[in-house]
């Protein structure tokens, strides 16, 4: 094996958004460049791009072509990522590039994660030009999201440094489908990370994604265990794929034994889109049981998402059952958590809150991010 790189090298992005990445090495025989980033390990010629359309090889180095080129901006709920747990109520600058390293069917953001010309809707950011804008716009964090941020690890991995300079958190919303040889590096400088599990199936994800299951357990068990990041999970519930109760059941049961209880799981409503249009959304009642499936099994916080639901949408505390977070659909009313505990019974709440809920509501504010530069 010739090159091995692991951690990116240092240097500054050229004028058209790329840099050396890294995470790859070179075949045996020096005609390709590997990534070593996520489970796929595409093997690249010279000139190549790999499944994710993002990580090229160029003059025999694995480079990233969208480094500092997002989509765009927009401050949103932090509850819309979804995270329940994690400073409720607060304002998150959201913001994603193009491509995806997974090739899910049903993919609800396709015109981003499958997008081949980031330069048609591009915004230039660099690092520091968002962790400043967040804070000037009064987020409490920064979320990576729209498209996977696994495959475009060196822009994350600089924007969460430079927003934890400024007190800003960051918010990984991921596959978690990423190589053991880098999660420690992506996720050094990440605050808070939701998981998309799409499925408990090895079939699924073979056949629905273009992927495989046990990398994606595999990084959950990693996050729940050896890292500082909370963690939420995302189920998205479609029919005739992955509803069935028992498989449900057998995730559910999963989540407990391998995660522990305290992990919230978020069941959500599918909608036909992209190139899964032939199945009707997810009727009401099958994210009903799920919710009950999983609160059966023993987890602690269960919330059902892309729906009204207001019941099953709030927090109960696990030792008296009495709420102690409120939602209706973004907005937060009655918030009985104080450090970290119920008011009525003491009994921990796990997650991350200040002292008093934040009033961001249910807004949605586009941002020109040009403005801050």
């Keep these: 094996m010739g090159r091995v790189v692991e951690l990116p090298p240092d240097g500054v992005p050229d004028s058209q958004g790329t840099k050396v990445g890294g995470w790859w090495h070179e075949s045996h025989e020096g005609r390709r460049v590997v990534c070593d980033l996520c489970p796929r390990g595409c093997s690249l010629r010279p000139g190549d791009r790999g499944f994710c359309f993002v990580r090229e090889n160029r003059n025999g180095q694995m480079v990233s072509t969208t480094y500092g080129r997002s989509t765009g901006f927009c401050v949103d709920p932090i509850e819309k990522k979804p995270l329940s747990h994690f400073y409720p109520g607060t304002a998150v600058l959201s913001f994603g590039t193009a491509g995806c390293n997974l090739g899910c069917k049903f993919c609800q953001n396709w015109t981003m994660s499958r997008s081949r010309d980031v330069d048609a809707s591009c915004e230039v950011a660099d690092p520091q030009t968002i962790a400043r804008a967040a804070a000037q716009l009064g987020c409490r964090s920064v979320a990576f ?5 696994i495959i475009w690890a060196e822009y994350a ?3 969460a440094r430079a927003s934890r300079q400024l007190g800003i958190k960051t918010v990984a919303v991921t596959s ?10 992506f996720f050094q400088y ?3 990370a939701n998981v998309d599990l799409k499925a408990f199936t090895e079939e699924f994800y073979r056949d629905q994604t273009g992927g495989h299951l046990e990398p994606v357990l595999d ?7 050896e890292s500082d990041v909370w963690l939420e999970i995302t189920n998205l519930v479609i029919p005739r794929a992955n509803d069935s109760p028992q498989e449900l059941e057998r995730m559910c049961q999963w989540i407990l034994d391998e995660l522990g209880p305290d992990v919230p799981l978020h069941f959500s409503a599918f909608h036909p889109d992209f190139k899964m249009t032939d199945r009707w959304p997810t009727p009401m009642e099958t994210l009903l049981q799920a919710y009950e499936i999983a609160r059966r099994v023993g987890l602690r916080y269960v919330y059902t998402g892309n729906v009204s639901d207001r019941e099953h949408q709030c927090t109960y505390c696990p030792g008296c059952g009495r709420m102690v ?7 937060l009313g009655l918030f009985e958590v104080r450090q970290g505990r119920c ?14 809920p934040g009033d961001w509501g249910e807004r949605r504010m586009p941002v020109r991010i040009t403005s801050f530069t």
Excluded: M, Q, S
């Excluded at 999201?145 to 941020?149: A, E, H, M, S």
């Excluded at 978690?176 to 590096?185: C, L």
């Excluded at 008011?343 to 008093?356: K, M, Q, V, W």
């Design 145 to 149: 999201t729209y498209n996977d941020p």
């Design 343 to 356: 008011t009525n019974c003491r009994e921990p709440i796990a997650g991350h809150f200040d002292g008093a």
């Design 157 to 159: 991995i600089d924007t």
């Design 219 to 225: 990084t959950l068990r990693w996050l729940a265990h």
């Design 176 to 185: 978690g489908y990423i190589n053991p040889v880098a999660r420690k590096a």
């Design 325 to 331: 977070i409120e939602r209706d659909g973004y907005t």
């Design 190 to 192: 990440i605050d808070a």
